[in-house]
T-cell receptor, first 110, second 113 residues
Framework: QKEVEQNSGPLSVPEGAIASLNCTYS??????FFWYRQYSGKSPELIMS????GDKEDGRFTAQLNKASQYVSLLIRDSQPSDSATYLC??????????FGAGTTVTVRA | IAGITQAPTSQILAAGRRMTLRCTQD?????MYWYRQDLGLGLRLIHY???????GKGEVPDGYSVSRANTDDFPLTLASAVPSQTSVYFC????????????FGPGTRLTVL
């Protein structure tokens, strides 16, 4: 059973703080990892993809991958109210299908 | 504007009726996917197609069928709708082998009474 687990939310952070989101996966053969942002009533929007161990930065977002620990995380620096959304971790196995975590809802307090 | 379109946006359907959800992409992606999203259960893959002419079953395929006659279109059919198929349905596409990033359509909210 392929599983993707995310830390349970909701996560509430003050404006300007760092939001830290965690995700673990069960399939050691997984190759590609993604973070999606989903606003209420909208479709998932891809914000980060990461394929190799280490950090990947894009603006205020940093994805971190550790394949040995089967762990991927997303940091949101200088959190803004517009970052309030549900963040979905997705893991791709060799068959190009994505498995999604249940999501972590983030609320940024002004 | 390149992207994925889905129709209808929302639909209320009587149980037992047949319904086809439409999905069209203009990014020339070779792979397309159908997901359903339910509160507490997250996104679950229904069916997928890695290339035109081929389809495969996902995690929750029962009660659904798909076809992929060409690159752009990937309709999802509910032959005889049941209330448990009430959900939000998302179509997605990706360029398999080119990063494999999946991009989602706006979704269809379906209610089966």
């Amino acid at each position: 059973q392929k599983e993707v687990e995310q830390n349970s939310g909701p996560l509430s952070v003050p404006e300007g703080a760092i939001a830290s989101l965690n995700c673990t996966y069960s399939d050691r053969g997984s190759q590609s990892f993604f973070w999606y942002r989903q606003y209420s009533g909208k479709s998932p929007e891809l914000i980060m993809s990461i394929y190799s161990n280490g950090d990947k930065e894009d603006g205020r977002f940093t994805a971190q991958l550790n394949k040995a620990s089967q762990y991927v995380s997303l940091l949101i620096r200088d959190s803004q109210p517009s970052d309030s959304a549900t963040y979905l971790c997705a893991v791709m196995e060799n068959d190009y299908k994505l498995s999604f975590g249940a999501g972590t809802t983030v609320t940024v307090r002004a | 504007i390149a992207g994925i379109t889905q129709a209808p946006t929302s639909q209320i359907l009587a149980a037992g009726r047949r319904m086809t959800l439409r999905c069209t992409q203009d990014m020339r992606h070779n792979a397309m996917y159908w997901y359903r999203q339910d509160l507490g259960l997250g996104l679950r893959l229904i069916h997928y197609s890695n290339t035109a002419g081929t389809t495969g079953k996902g995690e929750v395929p029962d009660g659904y069928s798909v076809s992929r006659a060409n690159t752009d279109d990937f309709p999802l059919t509910l032959a005889s709708a049941v209330p448990s198929q009430t959900s939000v349905y998302f179509c997605a596409s990706s360029d398999v082998g080119g990063g494999n990033e999946q991009f989602f359509g706006p979704g269809t909210r379906l209610t089966v009474l």
